[in-house]
Nanobody
Framework: QVQLVESGGGLVQPGGSLRLSCAASGSIFSINTMAWYRQAPGNQRELVAR???????NYADSVKGRFTISRDNAKNTVYLQMNSLKPEDTAVYYC?????????????WGQGTQVTVSS
């Protein structure tokens, strides 16, 4: 069994910054892609940023230049540094990871962390 635990959400003013963390624990042999998604009320869940095991990244157009995804493979942890936050970034942010406990990989989700950007 694998758990993803997020932290770092909260309330921030427009233009501010937050750093999200997501730590994977449990029966882990290796982790392939790690990613952050978000879902605002009334909207579908959308990809924010993704990082491969080799460090290659891609971002949603709406966050390019403002958000940075990174990972610490030794700690099985992925981060999302969010700068220049806007009210439209308000959402529940979910961590996602493809984890191998043996020969097969499975996708896991974290429980979500609320990010609210408001003055």
């Amino acid at each position: 069994q694998v758990q993803l635990v997020e932290s770092g959400g909260g309330l921030v003013q427009p233009g501010g910054s937050l750093r999200l963390s997501c730590a994977a624990s449990g029966s882990i042999f290796s982790i392939n892609t790690m990613a952050w998604y978000r879902q605002a009320p009334g909207n579908q869940r959308e990809l924010v940023a993704r990082v491969t095991s080799g460090g290659r990244t891609n971002y949603a157009d709406s966050v390019k230049g403002r958000f940075t995804i990174s990972r610490d493979n030794a700690k099985n942890t992925v981060y999302l540094q969010m700068n220049s936050l806007k009210p439209e970034d308000t959402a529940v942010y979910y961590c996602h990871a493809v984890v191998y406990s043996g020969s097969s990989g499975y996708a896991y989700w974290g429980q979500g962390t609320q990010v609210t950007v408001s003055s």
